[in-house]
């Protein structure tokens, strides 16, 4: 299984941007998703999952309201759409895999089965 994240850049506060990950050699027909995030000299943290269904969505409260995670299981894609970056925004980020239909601890790293390379954002002044 490959995760492949893109979308990451250099943005003002205030500003948006869309992250993209796609999986590939993927066997499952059903898993669950996420984001996770590590800024310099922090613990990577949880940030938006959602469940194989894409009914179940979760948020750390950082980010509620403002970001949205979804999915297309077509294609084997989540996204997660980050509106009214913040400095504190700024980090990489990573997205996860956990092959499942069941319900798992969302916010927990080590639920994870698979993770992509991350990607960086940076949010500006």
């Known amino acids: 299984v490959q995760l492949v994240e893109s979308g990451g850049g250099l943005v003002q506060a205030g500003a948006s941007l869309r992250l993209t990950c796609a999986a590939s050699g993927t066997p499952f027909a059903r898993y669950a998703m996420a984001w996770f995030r590590q800024a310099p000299g922090k613990e990577r943290e949880f940030v938006a999952a959602?469940?194989?269904?894409?009914?179940?969505?979760y948020y750390a409260d950082s980010v509620k309201g403002r970001f949205t995670i979804s999915k297309d299981n077509a294609k084997n894609t989540v996204y997660l759409q980050m509106n009214s970056l913040k400095l504190e925004d700024t980090a990489v980020y990573y997205c996860?895999?956990?092959?499942?239909?069941?319900?798992?601890?969302?916010?927990?790293?080590?639920?994870?089965?698979?993770w992509g390379q991350g990607t960086q954002v940076t949010v500006s002044l």
């Open positions: 959602i469940n194989w269904s894409g009914v179940g969505i």
């Open positions: 996860a895999l956990k092959p499942t239909y069941a319900s798992i601890s969302y916010d927990l790293r080590d639920k994870y089965d698979y």
